[in-house]
């Protein structure tokens, strides 16, 4: 019986050993983007993504060119990806520019130069923060709900 115990916590451990490898050989395989269904929206003159379920899909997503606003939601102390936020983006004097139901977890949105407004809010929750888009760099925000998923 010890005989067949230690041979058991033997491939237990061969097993645990190789799993970490496993996780990182299937993170640097290339995205199959024949497999990813996310396509740029249109909604009033403003080109977005919205997706990023499955890490096909959000590594499609983050390796796009051309949007200056990059948002990401996220919830809990693991910062699980959410992605049914509901999405409102605001010029500087409160006219809606974007609006967008069920959405994320990755938002990615090309905007005219200027001030906004962006507000989210998942499970009734609201969050709020302001990007100044200019001719620079994305303009990252990172939409976090702590707490219960």
């Known amino acids: 019986m010890k005989n067949v115990h230690s041979f058991m916590l033997s491939i237990a451990a061969v097993g645990a050993l190789m799993f970490p490898v496993v996780i990182n050989a299937a993170s640097l395989e290339p995205v199959d983007s024949s497999a990813v269904q996310v396509q740029p929206q249109l909604q009033n003159g403003i080109t977005y993504l919205s997706g990023g379920i499955g890490e096909d899909e959000a590594k499609a997503i983050q390796q796009t060119k051309g949007y200056n606003l990059h948002m990401t939601f996220s919830t809990g102390p693991q910062d699980e990806y959410v992605p049914d936020v509901d ?19 990755l938002v990615y ?19 709020r923060d302001t990007a100044d ?5 994305a303009r990252n925000l990172v939409f976090h709900w702590g707490g219960e998923n």
């Open 109 to 127: 949105v090309q905007l005219p130069a200027g001030k906004y407004t962006v507000v989210a809010t998942h499970k009734g929750e609201v969050r």
């Open 133 to 137: 888009i200019g001719s620079g760099a």
């Open 87 to 105: 999405l409102v983006i605001q010029k500087a004097a409160g006219q809606t520019v974007l609006t967008v139901s069920q959405a994320g977890p």
